[in-house]
């Protein structure tokens, strides 16, 4: 972060990439986007687990601690996600000029109307590539009338998991996109 090298420690067989950062009293965007080219670089080479951005420790040995607790967690998830990757795809409704509801039994008919029909597109997808799934998460997304859905895959299986969605027909008014490949996150339990 802010131009400190990045550094590596082992703590068993837990090999961790740090920096330094004396005085660090906020982290801003420029930070964050650095810390996620990093993990972004590791992952290219071989399977990671990021640690919460941002985790200020108080030097080495705490780092070790850190470690030395999650290690058998991290080594039991590094060892299970060796050779996957998480896809991500965002399906939102796509706002069209609608009338505003009349009432509010309309109100909520048009809610519950546009959160089935991003339930359908998400079963759609996850039947579409179910025959590469090694698993499959579906959460809520930030913004209102959006579902996030996580896909663990093989690493080899990225092209084929893309052109799947990519050739899926979806519902009038929705919205889907890829992004990937990502360490597995949502999938470390």
Known sequence: MRGASIQSLSEG?????????EGLSAVNQQ?????HKVISGIFRQ????????????????????FLQ????QYSAALARLRDSIQMELSISAV????????SGREYMEERRAISQKLADTAEQAR???QPLLAGWRTRAGKQRDCLRCYALIGREAEKDFRDHIQSMKIAEFTQLSVSGPWPCTEFLE
């Open 95 to 102: 706002q069209g000029v609608a009338a505003q509801p009349a």
């Open 69 to 72: 607790k999650q290690g058998t």
């Open 31 to 35: 930070d964050a986007l650095a810390f």
């Open 13 to 21: 067989p837990l090999r961790c990439f740090y920096s330094h950062s």
């Open 46 to 65: 071989t399977a990671a687990i990021p640690i919460r951005f941002p985790t200020l420790l108080n030097g080495e040995q705490d780092l070790r601690a």
């Open 127 to 129: 039947i579409r590539v």
